[in-house]
């Protein structure tokens, strides 16, 4: 069914949105490098090639005048899903241009900023490219190459979403969404002790309560435990007296 | 519907910020290793976590490098970690910077204010949502207020929203410190452009502009129009010379140096600092006893005497033991004509021409006959500034003759010995931070406005017109 085919791209197409963005946030920063930027670049082809296959599919459902009224409804909420995408794709690769080319990296003094991000992104691109390893082939200067790159594409991109606006008659705020405000909590897949790990370190304020508590336990604890062996001794005592 | 930063039809852009490019290039100075803010690492349980900065050694740095003094130095880094370039680690959501010991550290450029880039509402609900799963519900109160507006507003794309959240959420292949360090970049980023309730944000910036001040404009031919009108009409303003201008600059400023808030301390205290409101309540209109300041500043021009509605009574109750108050009323009603609805304009016309203009009339005042022979025509067609010719020569005429006497009267005297000069107030911190609590919504204006109306009526019964003959009655009557 047309359907899930182009859920299963836009899916895709969000997987990816989401590391891009991971990326460019590193960019600039001490974890940045030269596979962080042909991270960057790979990861932006696939994100362009997942781009040009959604918007052809979804203009092909969507100019098909036979379909029904719930069928529309639901190419439409596709539709935006589509555009905030790209929006937010868009977004990220003109920020990326900018930082890439405030911070080079063939200069002899790099001065990347000190952030505390000190591990490397190989396995966000990973996920991005739906590969186990990722493979680095780039010559030293890609990022100077790589940034022309990028202007043109985002000029390609810049083109593509006006002519989307332009050719195609969605009303995005008359779009409905399924899910209702705190669905995400629902059905977030388990992540394990490590997030629990990650939620005490960053907020103070819980961690101060729960360690106080424990210490009050404690003390209750050793008060219980001294008058228990003070009535052992004293019972003792009075054993050996009788 | 997002609007997109470039392709934004609804033209609005944010006003140049060049202090950002700036900063900039101070923090990425602050942040090399060799020259830079020392970075020690941060231990928190069993993992390290590097390139953090104490806030004692920014201000040293900064005091170094910027080449100005301690408070300066602090000031500027308050500003710094305002601006989002440094987040502190404890305590985040106070962005100030302390000059002790707490930590701070770098943010990552992708975070960092930029003019061109304002952050979205899109990116803010998707880290909302986030945040939402991170805390499993439960959010600060104003977070919960702006996921709930958010979720209504962008009602359309909270099924992305909600996918995106997922997946950024899903990050957890990355070492554990990097995603400690992630998470609070990403949680400074958002104190600072959504800065939580009763907290400032260096970030506002009033209005948006409709013109992109970053790109040329195009030299077409109403460019070329609008410039040369502009000159042509430059070069026809009346010029003063600059010894003049500027003399008159310094007699101004050495006259009202002692009144200016900025440059002395108001007496008692300034109630924006104290949140106390005895300075308002000593200066109110209606005050019987008028603080030394305001008094002196009576003295320095009829215009501040006028100016004043304390010292315009002052100078009314003078007027009226000289019996020459008829002005003083003229130019008030001309005022009032001035200030007042349209719909009220020729009903007071006339009220003005009866009383004031009228040969004959009871309170007649003395205009030379060219100005009363322009206005009396134009009252036939009365409009707002009909009365203008008028108003400036018997301001004029109080000004260069009653205004002197008034100032050498008794009447003025005797308020100059009255007056109060307050004295003023040493609040303690814990008294400040009882006033703070202690703030009360002033007076409601509805209040004062018909106080002021029933003063009006009260002022204008007194002042008609004194009937003769009933006056001679009650005193034939008392005999």
Not at chain 1, 77 to 99: A, Q
Not at chain 1, 213 to 221: D, I, N, P, R, S
Not at chain 2, 89 to 116: C, E
Not at chain 2, 355 to 370: C, K, M, S, V, Y
Request: glycine fraction near 4%; aromatic fraction near 10%; charge should be positive.
């Amino acid at each position: 069914m047309g359907k899930d085919e182009c859920k299963t791209m836009l899916d895709a197409l969000n997987k990816v949105t989401a590391c891009y963005r991971h990326l460019v946030i590193a960019l600039g920063s001490t974890s940045d490098s030269q596979n962080l930027r042909e991270e960057l670049k790979k990861t932006r082809k696939k994100a362009q090639e997942l781009a040009v296959a959604n918007r052809t599919k979804l203009t092909a459902l969507l100019k098909d005048k036979s379909i029904s009224k719930d069928d529309r409804a639901e190419y439409e909420r596709l539709w935006v899903l589509f555009t905030s995408s790209m929006e937010l794709l868009e977004v990220d690769m003109k920020r990326s241009l900018e930082i890439g080319q405030d911070f080079p990296l063939k200069v002899p003094t790099r001065h990347l900023i000190q952030t505390g991000m000190t591990g490397s992104t190989t396995t966000v691109a990973a996920r991005a490219m739906s590969v186990q390893n990722m493979k680095y082939e780039a010559d030293a200067n890609i990022d100077t190459v790589d940034l022309k790159e990028l202007e043109t594409e985002i000029a390609q991109v810049d083109q593509m979403m006006e002519e989307m606006e332009m050719k195609v008659q969605v009303a995005p705020w008359a779009v409905e969404a399924k899910q209702e405000a705190g669905a995400e909590l629902k059905s977030t897949v388990s992540v394990g002790n490590s997030s629990v790990g990650v939620i005490s370190i960053c907020e103070e304020e819980p961690k101060e309560t729960v360690e106080g508590e424990t210490g009050l336990m404690k003390v209750f604890a050793g008060i219980i435990f001294t008058v228990v062996l003070l009535i052992a001794g004293i019972l003792g005592y009075l054993v050996i007296n009788l | 519907m997002t609007i997109r930063s470039d392709r934004d039809h609804g033209q609005r852009y944010r006003p140049r910020m060049s202090c950002l490019k700036k900063l900039e290039a101070t923090v990425v100075q602050m942040q090399d290793p060799s020259t830079g803010v020392k970075g020690t690492d941060q231990k928190l349980n069993i993992t390290t976590i590097p390139h953090v900065i104490t806030g004692q050694d920014i201000v040293a740095w900064i005091t170094k490098n910027v080449n100005i003094d301690n408070d300066e130095a602090q000031a500027f880094g308050t500003m710094l970690v305002a601006f989002g370039y440094i987040y502190p680690l404890q305590d985040h959501k106070k962005l100030v910077l302390r000059p002790d010991g707490s930590l701070y550290r770098f943010q990552t450029p992708y975070f960092w204010p930029v003019q061109k880039w304002k952050a979205e509402d899109t990116d803010y609900a998707i880290y909302l949502a986030k945040r939402n799963i991170r805390k499993k519900g439960v959010l600060h109160a104003y977070e919960q207020e702006e996921y709930n507006k958010l979720h209504k507003w962008m009602n359309h794309k909270w099924d992305f929203i909600v996918m995106q959240a997922k997946e950024q959420y899903q990050f957890q292949s990355l070492s554990k410190a990097d995603r400690v360090v992630f998470d609070c970049q990403e949680r400074a980023y958002w104190i600072v452009h959504r800065p939580p309730p009763q907290t400032h944000s260096a970030m506002d910036y009033g209005l948006d502009r409709h013109i992109d001040r970053n790109a040329e404009e195009k030299k077409t031919y109403d460019y070329y129009r609008r410039i040369i009108i502009y000159t042509q009409q430059a070069v026809m303003r009346s010029r003063v010379k600059s010894s003049v201008s500027l003399g008159a600059l310094a007699k101004y400023i050495t006259t009202f140096k002692n009144h200016d808030p900025f440059l002395v301390p108001c007496l008692p205290s300034n109630p924006w600092h104290t949140d106390d409101n005895s300075y308002w309540e000593l200066n109110a209109p209606d005050v019987e006893i008028p603080t030394k300041m305001s008094v002196e500043r009576w003295s320095f021009s009829f215009y501040e005497l006028l100016n004043d509605p304390r010292g315009r009574a002052d100078f009314k109750i003078f007027l009226k033991k000289e019996f020459s108050g008829e002005n003083l009323a003229f130019w008030e009603a001309a005022e009032e004509l001035k200030w007042g609805t349209a719909a009220s304009m020729s009903e007071k016309a006339e009220q003005i021409f009866k009383t004031f203009l009228a040969p004959g009339a009871p309170r007649w005042i003395n205009i030379d006959g060219r100005t009363m022979g322009l206005t009396v025509k134009g009252l036939e067609h009365p409009h707002r500034y009909v009365l203008d010719a008028a108003q400036t020569h018997i301001f004029m005429l109080m000004k260069k003759d009653t205004f002197y006497r008034y100032l050498k009267s008794p009447v003025y005297k005797e308020i100059q010995k009255k007056a109060i000069s307050p004295a003023p107030h040493n609040f303690s911190e814990a008294q400040l931070q009882q006033n703070m609590r202690n703030r009360r919504p002033s007076i409601n204006p509805i209040i004062t406005w018909q106080k002021e109306q029933e003063e009006k009526a009260k002022a204008a019964a007194a002042a008609g017109p004194v009937d003769i003959k009933k006056l001679m009655a009650s005193k034939l009557d008392r005999k």
